[in-house]
């Protein structure tokens, strides 16, 4: 190799130069660069919670991605050894959550305590039990359930452990795990040559942040993977009776709102929602339209009366998770409905009661709904109840009184309400271009 001078290893790589907050274009000067890698990769840091070794590795890895800006070669070495610690951060999580002890059954069912101080420990003592009778299929006793489940210590089944006993969560989430593994075999067993640009090391810094966060019990505020609950407002949702304008806005300003929109010429609701929901102009009380969850508070009424409401009730904002969120589905006569809350459903008078109901988990209203919307047109790779394709878990299906009767008994069924007005904004039917009628989508024959 050429052996260069202490002055040459410290010149910046001019590829790395053309990194910008921008985007690619004109360089940056080298301070410039270095200053602002560092900022992309120092946006989202370790919980006060996570072990020490395991925050020593994660700061390995954003220094070499630091010293990208001197050799370009380093984004990549960032973005492999990311794939690396992150399994090594799911052995600590697991020793740390056993507390060095966890009982195992083997292939005839027989109970075993093991002991271990490390996750290595741990491992050799699954090899070498299993050697009398050959490879044996070991499965872990989960501590939150006490099912058991096929464990063995591989990438695999940590990233599943960790789902089955709540540490990791979300529907996409779990959708995206296999694509974790393949990243990290293949760092684990490099087959070519690899050159990874800056954005994609620091999209792996940041994923791999979120995840050990989440490992030890932290969502992280604006996350990509595991976002803490969401921030929702008290927002005046107006239109006109026309249809021709939707507007959303702080239901604080809605005392002020322009005069060129006449405000007391518009429908009002208020709810509770996420300012920055551009689905918001299709608002439905009764139906999940929105990317975030939207909450009716009050309406449909005229304009004095929304701002006399706001100043007796004084609602207040709120947080709400996004990720496994549950949704009741309805199908009834070769018609599948949007996805709705519990609550909202729960509420619903007896008319709207009937056909089949499904329980579903997943993050977001349209994943649900798009599941069952190929299942029930006899897509056979959406037929499982955990898809493998989809974000989605079906978890129970049946009569509307069946699935109340599933959230009673699982200690989640909602308390009883009044029935939310069927009130939606008039901007909602041109969203789905002619498909949808209403509130539901027509299954063609087969």
């Given at each position: 190799?050429?052996?260069?001078?202490?002055?040459?290893?410290?010149?910046?790589?001019?590829?790395?130069?053309?990194f910008?907050?921008?985007?690619?274009?004109?360089?940056?000067?080298?301070?410039?660069?270095?200053?602002?890698?560092?900022?992309?990769?120092?946006?989202?840091?370790?919980?006060?919670?996570?072990?020490?070794?395991?925050?020593?590795?994660?700061?390995r890895?954003?220094?070499?991605?630091?010293?990208?800006v001197?050799?370009y070669?380093?984004?990549t070495?960032?973005?492999?050894?990311?794939?690396?610690?992150?399994?090594?951060?799911?052995?600590?999580?697991?020793?740390?959550?056993?507390?060095?002890?966890?009982?195992?059954?083997?292939?005839?069912?027989?109970?075993?305590?093991?002991?271990?101080?490390?996750?290595d420990?741990?491992?050799?003592?699954?090899?070498?039990?299993?050697?009398?009778?050959?490879?044996?299929?070991?499965?872990l006793?989960?501590?939150?359930?006490?099912?058991?489940?096929?464990?063995?210590?591989?990438?695999?089944?940590?990233?599943?452990?960790?789902?089955?006993?709540?540490?990791?969560?979300?529907?996409?989430?779990?959708?995206?795990?296999?694509?974790?593994?393949?990243?990290?075999?293949?760092?684990?067993?490099?087959?070519?040559?690899?050159?990874?640009?800056?954005?994609?090391?620091?999209?792996?810094?940041?994923d791999?942040?979120?995840?050990?966060?989440?490992?030890?019990?932290?969502?992280?505020?604006?996350?990509?993977?595991?976002?803490?609950?969401?921030?929702?407002?008290?927002?005046?949702?107006?239109?006109?009776?026309?249809?021709?304008?939707?507007?959303?806005?702080?239901?604080?300003?809605?005392?002020?709102?322009?005069?060129?929109?006449?405000?007391?010429?518009?429908?009002?609701?208020?709810?509770?929602?996420?300012?920055?929901?551009?689905?918001?102009?299709?608002?439905?009380?009764?139906?999940?339209?929105?990317?975030?969850?939207?909450?009716?508070?009050?309406?449909?009424?005229?304009?004095?009366?929304?701002?006399?409401?706001?100043?007796?009730?004084?609602?207040?904002?709120?947080?709400?998770d996004?990720?496994?969120?549950?949704?009741?589905?309805?199908?009834?006569?070769?018609?599948?409905?949007?996805?709705?809350?519990?609550?909202?459903?729960?509420?619903?008078?007896?008319?709207?009661?009937?056909?089949?109901?499904?329980?579903?988990?997943?993050?977001?209203?349209?994943?649900?709904?798009?599941?069952?919307?190929?299942?029930?047109?006899?897509?056979?790779?959406?037929?499982?109840?955990?898809?493998?394709?989809?974000?989605?878990?079906?978890?129970?299906?049946?009569?509307?009184?069946?699935?109340?009767?599933?959230?009673?008994?699982?200690?989640?069924?909602?308390?009883?309400?009044?029935?939310?007005?069927?009130?939606?904004?008039?901007?909602?039917?041109?969203?789905?271009?002619?498909?949808?009628?209403?509130?539901?989508?027509?299954?063609?024959?087969?």
């Amino acid at each position: 190799m050429d052996i260069r001078s202490l002055e040459e290893l410290q010149q910046p790589d001019g590829t790395a130069l053309v990194f910008s907050p921008l985007g690619l274009g004109g360089k940056l000067t080298a301070e410039d660069a270095a200053v602002f890698q560092q900022e992309v990769i120092g946006r989202v840091d370790l919980a006060d919670s996570v072990p020490d070794l395991v925050r020593r590795s994660f700061e390995r890895v954003r220094a070499a991605h630091s010293y990208g800006v001197l050799h370009y070669e380093f984004f990549t070495l960032a973005h492999d050894h990311a794939q690396l610690v992150l399994e090594y951060a799911l052995r600590e999580r697991f020793v740390e959550f056993y507390s060095g002890m966890a009982i195992f059954e083997d292939q005839s069912g027989t109970e075993q305590r093991l002991t271990f101080s490390t996750f290595d420990d741990l491992h050799r003592q699954l090899r070498e039990r299993g050697r009398p009778r050959g490879q044996r299929r070991w499965r872990l006793q989960l501590r939150r359930t006490s099912q058991t489940m096929f464990f063995d210590g591989m990438l695999t089944t940590l990233l599943e452990w960790a789902r089955a006993e709540g540490l990791l969560n979300g529907e996409r989430n779990r959708l995206i795990a296999p694509l974790f593994v393949k990243l990290r075999n293949h760092v684990a067993h490099h087959t070519a040559y690899q050159l990874i640009s800056p954005p994609e090391s620091a999209r792996a810094i940041s994923d791999l942040a979120e995840i050990v966060n989440r490992l030890w019990g932290v969502p992280t505020p604006g996350g990509r993977l595991y976002p803490a609950p969401v921030h929702r407002d008290v927002i005046a949702v107006s239109w006109d009776p026309g249809g021709g304008n939707v507007v959303h806005s702080l239901a604080e300003h809605l005392h002020t709102m322009p005069a060129d929109l006449n405000p007391e010429k518009l429908t009002h609701v208020i709810v509770r929602a996420v300012l920055h929901d551009q689905t918001l102009t299709y608002f439905d009380a009764r139906f999940e339209t929105t990317l975030y969850p939207c909450q009716l508070l009050w309406g449909p009424g005229n304009w004095a009366n929304a701002v006399k409401w706001l100043a007796s009730e004084h609602p207040t904002p709120d947080t709400v998770d996004i990720l496994d969120r549950q949704f009741m589905i309805r199908f009834h006569e070769e018609r599948i409905y949007l996805p709705q809350q519990i609550n909202v459903a729960a509420g619903l008078p007896g008319v709207d009661r009937h056909g089949t109901w499904y329980l579903v988990r997943a993050d977001f209203p349209n994943d649900a709904f798009n599941h069952l919307r190929q299942q029930l047109t006899g897509n056979v790779g959406c037929s499982h109840r955990r898809c493998d394709q989809c974000a989605v878990e079906v978890i129970t299906t049946g009569t509307w009184q069946h699935i109340m009767d599933h959230l009673a008994a699982e200690g989640s069924a909602p308390a009883a309400g009044p029935s939310t007005p069927d009130v939606r904004a008039p901007s909602w039917l041109p969203r789905w271009n002619g498909i949808h009628r209403g509130s539901h989508w027509t299954i063609p024959p087969s």
